[in-house]
């Protein structure tokens, strides 16, 4: 659930990378956002984002459009849905 656990690797045009997990929360009584931010700066622009689900399962997604909010979800076969919201 909100993709709790999944890492996403962030790349960019000139190469680099950024990289964020999502957590469950830090302390006590706290939840993390299940929204992810990266910032680009002068960078340039994002061509993919590859998201290592808690399964192991590893995906990457092109970037056409690196301005918007992206929801991924993880294709699963049960009835359980695991999504991230990147912005």
Known sequence: ????????????????????????????????????????????????IQVIWPDGETITYPISDYRTHHLISQPEPDSTHSEIHIR
Do not use: C, N
């Open 1 to 48: 659930l909100y993709g709790i656990g999944s890492r996403v690797i962030l790349s960019l045009s000139d190469g680099s990378k950024q990289m964020a997990e999502i957590h469950a929360g830090s302390g006590y009584l706290s939840q993390s956002s299940p929204t992810l931010f990266f910032g680009l700066g002068q960078k340039g622009r994002a061509s993919s």
